[in-house]
């Protein structure tokens, strides 16, 4: 199936579709084995000022050199300063993509998609693989088409609230109308939840989190690839059709002890 | 002179480069951006670059994020 299914983004054929994050690990130590048990190939970093007392963990010692960093543009309020910390990350020498975070909602931190479409079209146009985190609108989701965007991330419910897929039904409408591939991005809570996403039709699923803070972190992660690979199957596999009335299973003839014939 | 460095304005000799200050600060280059006077300092140009009184630089790199 693997050869089959190809998942391509600006270019790059990857072949796990579980994106994953760096923030919020009790111990960075932790995220190389969470990418070899995932088997997330794709990974999001933030950028900021370094301590000037000396005192940051270099985070990237901790990625594996095969990953593709996605560094986002996190504390960006509007699209110039977005623009800005693309610019900035770019220059560090890791590639060109980028997931455009333009928040200025502190309380449930939900994406400025006027904004981010904004910043979207200035990045494309300079050659940034522009990967827009936003709230899962159909216009919305048009608009960052039109911008550029190599893909779409909606949200399933708040960052870093792990309460799943709360905006299910307009992330069923994206995936159907949309023909850029759907990430869906933040709120993921569970790895079944990941794996209905995937079940839905979309993508991929980037899950930071539900991983970095799971007692378990390695685990989690290795437990959120199979989840996603398992929607991802049943996905192309193609579910069967929903009834409300029971449809048996078994044949409903032939029973033992019956008269045959009376119908 | 004085330059500011990430908001925070710091006392140095003139004719200081941004490569030699970086590794003053015992900061790792090649995984440092820089952006002198709103203007973005590739990381080969670190060692050619030389710092002026009343410069304003940032200086930034990648941490945990989601």
């Known amino acids: ?263 | 002179m004085h330059i500011t460095v990430n908001g925070r304005t710091q006392d140095m000799e003139s004719g200081q480069t941004l490569h030699g200050l970086i590794l003053s600060m015992n900061l790792d280059p090649s995984v440092v951006v820089a952006e002198l006077n709103q203007s973005i300092v590739p990381g080969d140009k670190f060692a050619s670059t030389s710092l002026y009184d009343g410069d304003r630089l940032e200086l930034l790199s990648f941490v945990g994020g989601g």
Request: proline share 5%; charged share 20%; aromatic share 4%.
């Open chain 1, 1 to 263: 199936m693997e050869h089959t299914d190809i998942f391509e983004i600006g270019g790059k054929r990857l072949s796990s579709r579980l994106f994953t994050g760096t923030g919020k690990y009790g111990n960075d130590a932790l995220i190389a084995p969470v990418c070899e048990a995932s088997g997330s190939e794709v990974i999001t970093v933030a950028l900021r000022r370094v301590d000037l007392d000396g005192k940051t963990d270099n985070v990237m010692k901790h990625i594996p050199s095969h990953m593709t960093l996605l560094p986002n543009t996190s504390g960006a309020r509007n699209a110039d300063e977005a623009v800005r910390i693309a610019r900035l990350a770019r220059a560090i020498g890791c590639g060109d993509w980028i997931k455009i975070e333009v928040i200025s909602d502190n309380r449930y931190l939900l994406p400025d998609g006027y904004e981010t479409a904004k910043a979207t079209e200035i990045l494309a146009k300079e050659g940034f693989v522009v990967l827009p985190y936003m709230n899962p609108d159909l216009y919305v989701a048009r608009s960052l088409a039109d911008a550029g965007a190599a893909a779409i991330m909606p949200l399933g419910a708040p960052i870093g609230t792990n309460r799943g897929l709360r905006t299910e039904e307009m992330i069923r409408i994206l995936i159907e109308e949309m023909e850029l591939p759907i990430i869906v991005d933040a709120g993921i809570g569970a790895p079944s939840q990941a794996c209905r996403a995937m079940e839905m039709g979309a993508a991929a699923c980037l899950v930071n989190t539900a991983i970095a803070t799971a007692s378990d972190p390695v685990l989690m992660g290795l437990a959120f690839g199979r989840a996603v690979t398992a929607g991802r199957e049943a996905w192309l596999a193609g579910p069967g059709a929903i009834a409300t009335l029971a449809q048996a299973s078994s044949p409903l003839t032939g029973f033992l002890d019956r008269t045959e014939g009376a119908s």
